[in-house]
């Protein structure tokens, strides 16, 4: 089975700084998706990013950018010129690619990114 | 536009009771789910429902059932409440088929159970 781990349970930074944050998996799989997720104090989940395995180039959005690894089974996200809005609950999550339309996503167990001004 | 969209946001019942949170998403997607949140914010996957199909049922109490009246909504029903059933719930779409799909989520209903 398909494990996300995420041994970070609370970073913090300095605002305009840079920080990542580290996610690890498991799986037997060589094709799969990786995400990103942020859940700010309204609680609800936004997509942040996501990664295709097969692909080997890091996927990037604005100042969020991942570092994939996977041969190390590594999935880091690294958040460029940090903003007070960045302060959120982070989750990283896996899924299968599969032909199926029925997917489950593995999730870890975030981590939480404080932001000093 | 709200893409998914979920009522109430918070509620507050006594143990023992029934009660629902409504979810629904206009984003034409096929599938929808339910997730528990817990407060160690670990998100556990409870119902997806395809097609009005139900696909996936973890090891949820059978207090809880699904409902989806169609496509655009899947609502979940709680019967006879209880104290560890406190958690934010989490509703979620996402296109069928292949490819990198993604999960849309909604806002999350807080639900606490006195």
């Known amino acids: 089975a398909q494990t996300v781990t995420q041994s970070q349970p609370e970073m913090s930074v300095q605002e305009a700084e840079t920080v990542t944050l580290s996610c690890t998996y498991d799986?037997?799989?060589?094709?799969?998706?990786l995400f990103w997720y942020k859940q700010p104090p309204s609680r609800q989940m936004i997509l942040v990013i996501r990664?295709?395995?097969?692909k080997q180039q890091n996927a990037t959005e604005n100042r969020f950018s991942v570092n994939f690894q996977k041969a190390a089974k590594s999935f880091s996200l690294k958040i460029s010129d940090s903003q007070l809005g960045d302060a959120a609950m982070y989750f990283c999550?896996?899924?299968?690619?599969?032909?199926?339309?029925?997917?489950?996503?593995?999730w870890g167990a975030g981590t939480k990114l404080i932001i000093k001004p | 536009d709200t893409a998914v969209s979920q009522t109430p946001k918070y509620l507050v019942t006594q143990m023992g009771n029934d009660k629902s949170i409504k979810c629904e998403q206009n984003?034409?997607?096929?599938?929808m789910y339910w997730y528990k949140q817990d407060s160690k914010k670990f998100l556990k996957i409870m119902f997806s429902?395809?097609?009005?199909?139900?696909?996936i049922n973890e090891t949820v109490p059978n207090r809880f059932s699904p409902k989806s009246p169609d496509k655009a909504h899947l609502n979940l029903h709680i019967n006879s409440l209880e104290l560890g059933d406190s958690a934010v719930y989490f509703c979620?779409?996402?296109?069928?088929?292949?490819?990198?799909?993604?999960?849309?989520f909604g806002p999350g209903t807080r639900l606490t159970v006195l």
């Open positions: 999550a896996y899924r299968t690619f599969t032909l199926d339309s029925n997917y489950q996503l593995i």
């Open positions: 799986t037997s799989e060589s094709d799969y998706y």
């Open positions: 990664q295709e395995a097969y």
């Open positions: 984003l034409g997607h096929d599938t």
């Open positions: 429902y395809n097609n009005k199909e139900l696909i």
């Open positions: 979620a779409s996402r296109r069928g088929g292949l490819g990198t799909d993604t999960q849309y």
